[in-house]
């Protein structure tokens, strides 16, 4: 049973626009959430993270929303740019050293 | 050097083969982990090493073989592997030993073909 999901497989943006990328758990017990980038034949990157203790965090261009209540977080790039195509895993810490990690989604970002 | 190398970027192995991934890190960084990742399906943990001695195994099956040799270098060596063992294999590293960032440098991986 799948703990961490991303229920939109891929999604497709124009440069420029707002990229979100959603991601829902059902373990109440995660207190630490990722976000990881990955490009083709190449290992995941981290890319930004939250604690369960806030509701935002924000570097550059990247800002993920933590719902606690709703079990939902949510990756918002802006402004999109072409380099930002990849698949992007949320995932969440599960004590220590293990990550659960969600099916991932595919951004397009289109000039 | 912030890479995370993973050796051979591709195997294909017969089930009765022994084989061995490898990969190397030279952050310093304590902690070293084993990931699997099937087609459309997300990594899964298999083994972490902290400080050189094996810290969480996921129940995996013992034709897995961990191995850690030193800080710098991880190895799993694969023994009578099954078709549905066919996957990527990820290996990561992390500064903090006890993973509570949870922020991992990743290698490209090694991707396993069982026949």
């Known amino acids: 049973d799948q703990q961490v999901k991303q229920n939109s497989p891929s999604l497709s943006v124009q440069e420029g626009r707002i990229s979100i990328l959603n991601c829902d758990y059902t373990?109440?017990?995660?207190?630490?959430f990722l976000w990881y980038k990955k490009y083709p034949a190449e290992g995941p990157t981290f890319l930004i993270s939250?604690?369960?203790?806030?509701d935002k965090n924000e570097d550059g261009r990247f800002t993920v929303f933590l719902n606690k209540s709703a079990k939902h977080l949510s990756l918002h790039i802006v402004p999109s740019q072409p380099g930002d195509s990849a698949v992007y895993f949320c995932?969440?810490?599960?004590?220590?050293?293990?990550?659960?990690f969600g099916t991932g989604t595919r951004l397009l970002v289109s000039p | 050097d912030t890479e995370v190398t993973q050796t051979p970027k591709h195997l294909v192995m017969g089930m009765t083969n022994k084989k061995s991934l490898k990969c190397e890190q030279h952050m310093g960084h304590r902690a070293m982990y084993w990931y699997k990742q099937k087609a459309k399906k997300p990594p899964e943990l298999m083994f972490v090493y902290s400080y050189e001695k094996l810290s969480i195994n996921e129940s995996v099956p013992s034709r897995f073989s961990p191995e850690c040799p030193n800080s710098s270098l991880l190895n799993l060596h694969l023994h009578a592997l099954q078709p549905e063992d066919s996957a990527l294999y990820l290996c990561a590293s992390s500064q903090d030993p006890t993973g509570y960032t949870g922020e991992l440098f990743f290698g490209e991986g090694s991707r396993l073909t069982v026949l």
């Open positions: 373990n109440s017990m995660f207190d630490y």
């Open positions: 939250i604690s369960s203790i806030k």
């Open positions: 995932a969440a810490r599960e004590g220590f050293q293990k990550l659960v």
